[in-house]
T-cell receptor, first 110, second 114 residues
Framework: GESVGLHLPTLSVQEGDNSIINCAYS??????FIWYKQESGKGPQFIID?????DKRQGQRVTVLLNKTVKHLSLQIAATQPGDSAVYFC?????????FGTGTSLTVIP | DSGVTQTPKHLITATGQRVTLRCSPR?????VYWYQQSLDQGLQFLIQ???????AKGNILERFSAQQFPDLHSELNLSSLELGDSALYFC?????????????FGPGTRLTVT
């Protein structure tokens, strides 16, 4: 089956620092990638996406980088805030399927 | 509040039983997705409907079935329940397909099978 894995299950950062969350994917045919945030007790929330014809995309305080050569995806959060504490998932969307990583738990230390 | 509603919020049932989970999409959204989130398997895509028609099928077991009704609400039926079916079941909706930025998740139904 498909495999989308995260390198680190937990990450702790100081408030104000930048956070980087990594993800590896396995399907070379995947052409669409998404990052989600899931807060405790809530459903996943879309953060940012990127298509395979791009290698970088920026949003508000977030940047996604895509390296197709090594099948690697990363999410960078600038000036991390306590409200950023959550589990972050990457997902790949080859065709009409969705495959999710196991998630990284981000804790922001005040 | 995403605008997607799911009922019930919690469900406790025994092995072998059958349950129905309900999802009402956001107003105007034609597409509904079902996901399962368990501790050992993580988040998994189950099935997608668009305007009443099945659009995509993921890791959905044969014991599970779903449908989307003319009023666009959707139901996920889980039968012959096993302990391993205990999980959070999320529904999401979107106006169009292929756009994760337009996909909004509901609060989930927590199913416990004892």
């Amino acid at each position: 089956g498909e495999s989308v894995g995260l390198h680190l299950p937990t990450l702790s950062v100081q408030e104000g620092d930048n956070s980087i969350i990594n993800c590896a994917y396995s399907n070379s045919a995947s052409d669409y990638f998404i990052w989600y945030k899931q807060e405790s007790g809530k459903g996943p929330q879309f953060i940012i996406d990127i298509r395979s014809n791009m290698d970088k995309r920026q949003g508000q305080r977030v940047t996604v980088l895509l390296n197709k050569t090594v099948k690697h995806l990363s999410l960078q959060i600038a000036a991390t805030q306590p409200g950023d504490s959550a589990v972050y998932f990457c997902a790949e969307n080859p065709g009409n399927q969705f495959y999710f990583g196991t998630g990284t738990s981000l804790t922001v230390i005040p | 509040d995403s605008g997607v509603t799911q009922t019930p919020k919690h469900l406790i049932t025994a092995t072998g039983q059958r349950v129905t989970l309900r999802c009402s999409p956001r107003s105007g959204d034609l597409s509904v997705y079902w996901y399962q989130q368990s501790l050992d398997q993580g988040l998994q895509f189950l099935i997608q409907y668009y305007n009443g028609e099945e659009r995509a099928k993921g890791n959905i077991l044969e014991r599970f079935s779903a449908q989307q009704f003319p009023d666009l609400h959707s139901e996920l039926n889980l039968s012959s329940l096993e302990l391993g079916d205990s999980a959070l079941y999320f529904c999401a909706s979107s106006a169009r397909v292929g756009r994760a930025d337009e996909q909004y998740f509901g609060p989930g139904t927590r199913l416990t099978v004892t």
